[in-house]
């Protein structure tokens, strides 16, 4: 049988809190250009499974990664493509000199990573409640 793909959960941390200290260092600095950091780590992950954050956090591990608890590939893949947009649309408020687009994007990001740091995943509720209205909608149109 095989096992569903997973993260180890330190490697989850280590990029929540990559998005949520690139976003301070982004409001300190005022430079909206740290703000390509996590955007091209985000890209990297989604369009070729490959996150350097992630790939130098797993350098660190103490255990095999498979001994820490597991995180779901697919759900991490939909977290990220939130993260991206919002971040997309962070640095294109910044540019564009449209501070509020800018502030309020970025700050989801921040928010959902750090609330996701803290035990609840904001993206996780909003798949799951995704999901639940897709098979809800495709078990009334099959009756």
């Known amino acids: 049988m095989e096992r569903p793909r997973s993260i ?46 992630m790939w130098i956090a797993k350098h660190f ?9 597991p995180e779901d590939w697919d759900q991490q893949q939909f977290n990220q493509i939130i993260a991206v947009v919002c971040l997309v649309l962070g640095l294109i ?13 970025t700050a989801m990001v921040a928010l959902a990573a750090f609330i996701a740091i803290l035990g609840f995943c904001i993206g996780c509720f909003i798949r799951y409640q995704w999901l639940q209205y897709t098979h809800k909608k495709s078990a009334k149109h099959l009756s």
């Not at 260092?25 to 369009?47: F, H, K, Q, R």
């Not at 408020?93 to 994007?105: I, K």
Request: charged residues 10%.
């Open 61 to 69: 591990l103490r255990k095999p990664p498979d001994a820490y608890i």
């Open 8 to 53: 180890p959960r330190p490697l989850v941390r280590t990029n929540q809190w990559f998005l949520v200290i690139s976003v301070i260092a982004t409001w300190l600095s005022g430079s909206e250009w740290i703000l390509a950091l996590p955007l091209g780590t985000g890209l990297l992950g989604l369009l070729f499974g490959f996150n350097p954050v």
């Open 93 to 105: 408020g910044y540019v564009a000199n449209w501070p509020v687009m800018a502030y309020v994007f």
